[in-house]
């Protein structure tokens, strides 16, 4: 079975705190990706990256930035956290062509 | 800019059928519908291409109309256990290692 596993199910940071979120996944996928998940916006994408140091933008990449330096582990991070980053944050990986395959998701709060 | 999904929220009692719609301003290559259940990570349903090719479960299924830009989910004689979010995802036809544009979702609920 594809696992895709996050570093925290929950998470309180203070403003302005640098925050990192990291996501593993065991399946060689080349693709990983990021996700903010709000209610009634549904998933919303941040970055993307579609090899090892590759990375694109999302919809919604301001105020966020991510690393991929080894396949299977894709870091998305908040450089100054803000209190409308308050958010539940999801990872996927997929295989090109193929299904996500999704982490059970951080809920990050910042006070 | 997101698809647009409707409804947002449906009420079924068990045994009864559902659709739900998916429609994109952009021309498409490909549409995936997942499924979250309340506090778990969506799940894989059905992934459908430009030119008719499908790939999900065989209990389920969809249509893509590639001209309206549309897709729909078909869900039959409904189970408790379809309750959850819905959601679409929309690849454009330039797409590039299978970015997707997830719609706002469609909550379902399927009551005994």
């Known amino acids: 079975d594809v696992k895709v596993t996050q570093s925290s199910r929950y998470l309180v940071k203070r403003t302005g705190e640098k925050v990192f979120l990291e996501c593993v996944q065991d399946m060689d996928h080349e693709n990983m990706f990021w996700y903010r998940q709000d209610p009634g916006l549904g998933l919303r994408l941040i970055y993307f990256?579609?090899?090892?140091?590759?990375?694109e933008k999302g919809d919604i990449p301001e105020g966020y930035s991510v690393s991929r330096e080894k396949k299977e582990r894709f870091s998305l991070i908040l450089e100054s956290a803000s209190t409308n980053q308050t958010s539940m944050y999801l990872c996927a990986s997929s295989t090109t062509g193929y299904e996500q395959y999704f982490g059970p998701g951080t809920r990050l709060t910042v006070t | 800019q997101q698809p647009v999904q409707s409804p947002q929220a449906v009420i079924l009692r068990e045994g009864e059928d559902a659709v739900i719609n998916c429609s994109s301003s952009?021309?498409?290559?490909?549409v995936h519908w997942y499924r979250q259940k309340h506090g778990e990570a969506p799940v894989f349903l059905m992934i459908?291409?430009?030119?008719?090719e499908q790939k999900g479960h065989e209990k389920i299924s969809a249509s893509f109309n590639e001209k309206k830009q549309q897709s729909s989910l078909y869900l039959t004689a409904s189970q408790l256990s379809y309750s959850g979010t819905y959601f679409c995802?929309?690849?454009?036809?330039?797409?590039?290692?299978?970015?997707?544009?997830f719609g706002g979702g469609t909550r379902l609920m399927v009551k005994p």
């Open positions: 952009k021309a498409l290559y490909s």
């Open positions: 990256s579609y090899d090892v140091k590759m990375k």
């Open positions: 995802g929309t690849g454009p036809i330039n797409n590039a290692g299978n970015m997707l544009t």
């Open positions: 459908l291409l430009k030119g008719g």
